[in-house]
């Protein structure tokens, strides 16, 4: 009953630090994405990924790198923190084929903050 | 450039009002879904619209979409205070009208408050 898995849940980075925050899921899912949420802006798309081995930039990736190395996992880098990066970060993944269930089902956030 | 206007952002409703909400998009498109977001959770999945046309309806909300016209509405019958929350309609440009691209794009959302 796993279906999308984010680690850590909460963290707090120096700025300058670097940290990874990691995706998993279970439902063999082609497709998976990294969102930021601040408020008044929405969901954000940061990077996303179409299959296994691949990557490709969303409206805000700046500041972040991504790796799908295996198909369950997709990671989420910050190299050099910055304060404009707290923000509330969701991963989310989907079956992204022709079908009925091809909504993103999402993970439960990890809140960042960078002081 | 993907963009998706949610309006209204706000809405304050009273209990066993209607109202609708807006989704309108600016590329073509034949998959759109609706989420309900609580303070400090997750999305939900509400509605998965995949053509022209299509309707889906749980207990009070009615998605519907018109791909012609890149508009989506969620509309909300006799509103009941659970159902305050944020709603985001989300959508995934298509290839013409094929496979997904994968740059699923959200609206800001839609910030629902309903008062006794």
């Known amino acids: 009953n796993a279906g999308v898995t984010q680690t850590p849940k909460f963290r707090v980075l120096k700025t300058g630090q670097s940290m990874t925050l990691l995706c998993a899921q279970d439902?063999?899912?082609?497709?998976m994405y990294w969102y930021r949420q601040d408020p008044g802006m929405g969901l954000r798309l940061i990077h996303y990924?179409?299959?296994?081995?691949?990557?490709a930039k969303g409206e805000v990736p700046d500041g972040y790198n991504v790796s799908r190395l295996k198909k369950q996992n997709f990671l989420l880098g910050l190299e050099s923190a910055a304060p404009s990066q707290t923000s509330v970060y969701f991963c989310?993944?989907?079956?992204?084929?022709?079908?009925?269930?091809?909504?993103?089902?999402f993970g439960q956030g990890t809140r960042l903050t960078v002081v | 450039e993907l963009k998706v206007e949610q309006n209204p952002l706000f809405l304050s409703m009273q209990e066993g009002k209607n109202y609708t909400i807006y989704c309108n998009y600016s590329?073509?498109?034949?998959?759109l879904y609706w989420y309900r977001q609580d303070p400090g959770k997750s999305l939900e999945s509400l509605f998965v619209?995949?053509?022209?046309?299509a309707v889906k309806q749980e207990g009070r909300l009615m998605a519907s979409l018109d791909t012609k016209a890149r508009l989506s509405t969620l509309h909300i019958t006799a509103a009941v205070h659970d159902l305050s929350a944020t709603y985001f309609c989300a959508v995934d440009p298509s290839m013409n009208y094929g496979g997904s691209q994968g740059n699923l794009i959200f609206g800001k959302g839609t910030k629902l408050s309903v008062k006794p």
């Open positions: 619209l995949l053509s022209n046309g």
């Open positions: 439902m063999n899912h082609e497709y």
């Open positions: 989310a993944s989907s079956s992204g084929t022709d079908g009925m269930n091809t909504e993103a089902f």
């Open positions: 590329t073509t498109s034949d998959r």
């Open positions: 990924s179409v299959g296994e081995g691949t990557t």
